[in-house]
């Protein structure tokens, strides 16, 4: 018995780690936000709160996505909703559940409730191919 607790345990950490390196998601910062728009990085805002059944919906797709793609380089900087106003107003977020795209500092992409896996895959798809 004690065996199979050890294995559950390990699996439970590997699936950790896993989804901790597949979601490479930040709190929104305006120094971090600026390196990689200078930098002609791709990454997506994510206008999120924490109440919001869309927005959820939203980041299992990203997850899974990310776990279809462990290659990609995708930052996600998540705009707290409630919290962030300057910046849910910076990036036109008319609600939670804003996607913004960008390459550097080109707008590529920007969504309001958009829970269809194909669409959010494909646009980061682009994006990301063309980086």
Known sequence: MKQIMNVVLATSLAMTAFWAHALEKEAFN???YNELRD???VFLIDVYATWCSTCKAQQEILKQFQAENPDAQLTILEVDFDDDKK????FRAPRQSTLVLYRGEDQQWFSVGETRYDVIADQLTQVLGGA
């Open 87 to 90: 910046w849910v107003r910076h």
């Open 39 to 41: 930098g002609g990085e």
């Open 30 to 32: 305006e120094e971090r």
